[in-house]
């Protein structure tokens, strides 16, 4: 009869409270505020004239834009022959109607604000000294002189914006824009939001141990397989299609969402999705943004460092799983039956192989993903051997993270 007392059931019902805490806690984790950030673009630069410059805003329309435009400005465009343009957002199609930009033109005398590809308005130009206003905002478009309301378009949404190009050589002093940009994507936590973070880590580290502890289980282990000549094989295949294996199509999107991480802060597509971010599917990009700064470098061969990393790890852990599962067929007669050992060694190697070669030697997140498959899978049959439910709290947390 055994000695061993059973798990303590004091124990057992404060694991399953802090359970209860932990949870509750993911759920106000995740509906806590958080500080939505405001770029904003000022042109031209303090102390510098304006002057043309490229401009690609994702999206294209700001969430708010202000331009002021001198009379100064505008007077000596409408001194030229044919007129010209003060500021303009998208580049000019010729032949083609006003886009979805804005343009300030005056020509003949005549001031002109297009937003939106609507006039707002049409007027004679000042002889004296002024200025132009335009605000475009969640309200509207709206233009003013000298801080008097003109005109203003509720149905206008704020013009697109891809440049800010100006015709003006001279008399540009005070011709100036500022863009809102659209970041609806980027944040950072509140203090309500922090506290709540580091009370769901301190709690979920306190239930994996006091899980572990309660339900650590008894039986038998894992059964570590013998070394075989197909695990050399592996390695020295897996390392050899780190140069020689075909680049996925998704290598450098992964690679850049990695990288641009490490400006913004956090993973998110910018590719073509303004920067979305990719939860819950970043823990590989996030190992990438950590290799990629520990090796000083982004190029193809040290990212594929990573893949391989993970296919190596991943296959040791199949051979455990499938020694451990396999049990006394493979380990306890290996004495007597060397060829079951053999075959099924082989067999793992193989398999492995056929997966990882097409599809392992990637910078998407796949091949991470596999190793915490492989790695929840050895959890699971660990647990369920040992009846531990300490180990399957690990298992699940483990199949969270990856």
């Not at 300030?104 to 200025?131: I, N």
């Not at 852990?317 to 049990?327: E, I, N």
């Not at 899978?377 to 399957?392: I, N, Y």
């Amino acid at each position: 009869m055994s000695s061993r007392a059973g798990p303590d059931p004091q124990l057992g019902w404060v694991v399953a409270a802090l359970a209860v805490v932990t949870g509750v806690l993911g759920i106000l984790v995740m509906l806590a505020p958080v500080i939505a950030d405001d770029p904003v673009v000022s042109w031209p630069p303090a102390g510098q004239q304006p002057s043309s410059t490229v401009l690609p805003l994702s999206p294209y329309r700001p969430l708010q834009l202000t331009a002021t435009v001198p009379c100064t400005t505008l007077q000596a465009l409408a001194a030229r022959p044919g007129g010209g343009e003060a500021l303009r957002t998208l580049p000019a199609d010729v032949g083609t109607a006003p886009g979805e930009g804005l343009v300030v033109t005056a020509a003949q005398g005549v001031v002109t604000v297009t937003a939106s590809g609507a006039e707002v308005l049409r007027e004679t130009l000042p002889a004296g000294s002024c200025s132009y206003q335009v605000l475009a905002d969640a309200g509207g478009v709206r233009v003013s002189r000298d801080g008097a309301g003109i005109d203003t378009r509720s149905d206008l949404l704020v013009p697109q914006v891809a440049e800010l190009q100006t015709d003006a050589v001279t008399s540009t002093r005070g011709l100036t824009v500022a863009l809102h940009t659209d970041a609806r994507y980027q944040s950072h936590p509140t203090l309500l939001k922090t506290a709540l973070l580091v009370a769901e880590g301190l709690a979920l580290a306190a239930l994996l141990v006091l899980a572990w502890r309660w339900g650590r289980g008894e039986g038998p282990g894992l059964i570590r397989p013998r070394l075989s000549w197909a695990d050399a094989v592996v390695v020295v295949v897996s390392g050899f299609w780190v140069v020689a294996g075909p680049v996925n199509i998704d290598d450098s999107w992964y690679l850049l969402m990695a990288r641009n991480a490490m400006q913004s802060g956090y993973v998110g597509n910018v590719i073509y999705q303004f920067n979305v971010t990719e939860n819950p599917f970043v823990a590989s990009q996030y190992a990438m943004q950590a290799w990629g700064a520990i090796g000083g470098e982004w190029s193809l061969g040290w990212m594929r460092l990573l893949p391989l990393a993970y296919g190596l790890a991943t296959y040791a852990l199949l051979r455990v799983l499938v020694a451990t599962m396999l049990g006394r067929l493979v380990v306890g007669r290996v004495a007597r039956r060397p060829a079951v050992a053999w075959a099924v060694a082989w067999a793992v190697a193989a398999a492995h192989l056929l997966w990882w070669l097409p599809y392992g030697m990637t910078l998407r997140p796949e091949p991470l993903i596999a190793l915490g498959t492989a790695a929840v899978w050895v959890l699971a049959e660990l647990a369920r051997r040992r009846r531990s439910v300490g180990v399957f709290a690990v298992a699940v947390a483990v199949a969270a993270l990856t």
